[in-house]
């Protein structure tokens, strides 16, 4: 069982930075493969970053993710933010070593913070 807690969310300007952060509770996280997703309104939730280093095409040179096990936390940095990535961030994450792309092949998953980029 893990409970992750997301922060870091907020308004910026287009060509912006933030970064979020997904803070987990329990023990054995580095067991755990993690994953960012993002939900804009009127839209299906849709894989961001995960895994090692793994990005989905629309954030490719503009996000890196990372995390710290000793911490138990894992990191969005996001460069060069557009309107378009406004969007409610989520942390994911699933026992075991194997990433996902898809929603489902993550058991737990924050509350979610808001990212609003303005133009």
């Known amino acids: 069982q893990v409970q992750l807690v997301e922060s870091g969310g907020g308004l910026v300007q287009a060509g912006g930075s933030l970064r979020l952060s997904c803070e987990a509770s329990g023990r054995a996280f580095s067991n755990y493969a993690m994953a960012w997703f993002r939900q804009a309104p009127g839209k299906e939730r849709e894989f961001v970053a995960g895994?090692?280093?793994y990005y989905a095409d629309p954030v490719k040179g503009r996000f890196t993710i990372s995390r710290d096990n000793a911490k138990n936390t894992f990191y969005l940095q996001m460069n060069s933010l557009k309107p378009e990535d406004t969007a409610v961030y989520y942390c994911?994450?699933?026992?075991?070593?194997?990433?996902?792309?898809?929603?489902?092949?993550?058991?737990?998953w924050g509350q979610g913070t808001q990212v609003t980029v303005s133009s």
């Open positions: 994911a994450a699933s026992l075991g070593a194997v990433m996902s792309t898809a929603t489902f092949g993550y058991k737990y």
């Open positions: 895994g090692r280093a």
